[in-house]
Nanobody, 123 residues
Framework: QIELVESGGDVVQPGGSLRLSCAAS????????INWYRQAPGKYRELVAR???????KYKDSVMGRFTISRDNTKNTAYLQMDNLKSADSATYLC?????????????????WGQGTQVTVSS
């Protein structure tokens, strides 16, 4: 059973910072792309940042220069450093990752989601 668990969400004032973590557990061969999404009430889920297996990254325009995604493969953990937070960043942040596993029949691929962590930016 592969699991992703997010942590680090909190209530913070505008201009503040948070670092979210996404920790993977279970049995797998590799973690490929890792994504951070967010969803605010009444809004669509949106991709915030992505980090590929080669550590290349991609960001939503509105967070470019404020958010930084990274990964520590030795800890099977990804991070989202969020600086200069704005009220518009308030949302539930969810981690999503693609896993490769090795079974008796060969390779298998799974897309796993975490449960999310709440970020509230408010004065």
């Amino acid at each position: 059973q592969i699991e992703l668990v997010e942590s680090g969400g909190d209530v913070v004032q505008p201009g503040g910072s948070l670092r979210l973590s996404c920790a993977a557990s279970g049995t797998f061969f590799s973690i490929n792309d890792i994504n951070w999404y967010r969803q605010a009430p009444g809004k669509y889920r949106e991709l915030v940042a992505r980090i590929n297996s080669d550590n290349s990254t991609k960001y939503k325009d509105s967070v470019m220069g404020r958010f930084t995604i990274s990964r520590d493969n030795t800890k099977n953990t990804a991070y989202l450093q969020m600086d200069n937070l704005k009220s518009a960043d308030s949302a539930t942040y969810l981690c999503d990752a693609d896993f490769t596993t090795r079974g008796h029949a060969g390779w298998d691929f799974y897309d796993i989601w975490g449960q999310g962590t709440q970020v509230t930016v408010s004065s």
